[in-house]
Nanobody
Framework: QVQLVESGGGLVQPGGSLRLSCAAS??????LAWFRQAPGKEREFVAG????????YYSEAMKGRFTISRDTAKNMVYLQMNILKPEDTAVYYC??????????WGQGTQVTVSS
């Protein structure tokens, strides 16, 4: 089992920034990722990162504004979000891949972009 706890969500004005954090614990995993789900929409991939031996990768739509990073000593993964737009409003989820699919999910953290 992998336990994931997200934090850092909140209300931010358009053009602002926010950093999400995800604390991971439990068994070892291959990679962590961020997904998001807006009201009435399907969950979508945002960014992922290999836990060891690899770099980050992004959804094309998020590339340039969002940055994923990790701290392997603390078992943390972060999502730095800049130049936020109202359409970035969603629940953001942290997910872990142990073998071939993202089978472990956190409870999510709400991000609202509004003036």
């Amino acid at each position: 089992q992998v336990q994931l706890v997200e934090s850092g969500g909140g209300l931010v004005q358009p053009g602002g920034s926010l950093r999400l954090s995800c604390a991971a614990s439990g068994r070892t995993f291959d990679r962590l990722a961020w997904f998001r789900q807006a009201p009435g929409k399907e969950r979508e991939f945002v960014a992922g990162i290999f836990w060891t031996g690899g770099g980050p990768y992004y959804s094309e739509a998020m590339k340039g504004r969002f940055t994923i990073s990790r701290d392997t000593a603390k078992n943390m993964v972060y999502l730095q979000m800049n130049i936020l737009k109202p359409e970035d409003t969603a629940v953001y989820y942290c997910a872990a891949m142990v073998t071939t699919s993202f089978d472990y999910w956190g409870q999510g953290t709400q991000v609202t972009v509004s003036s």
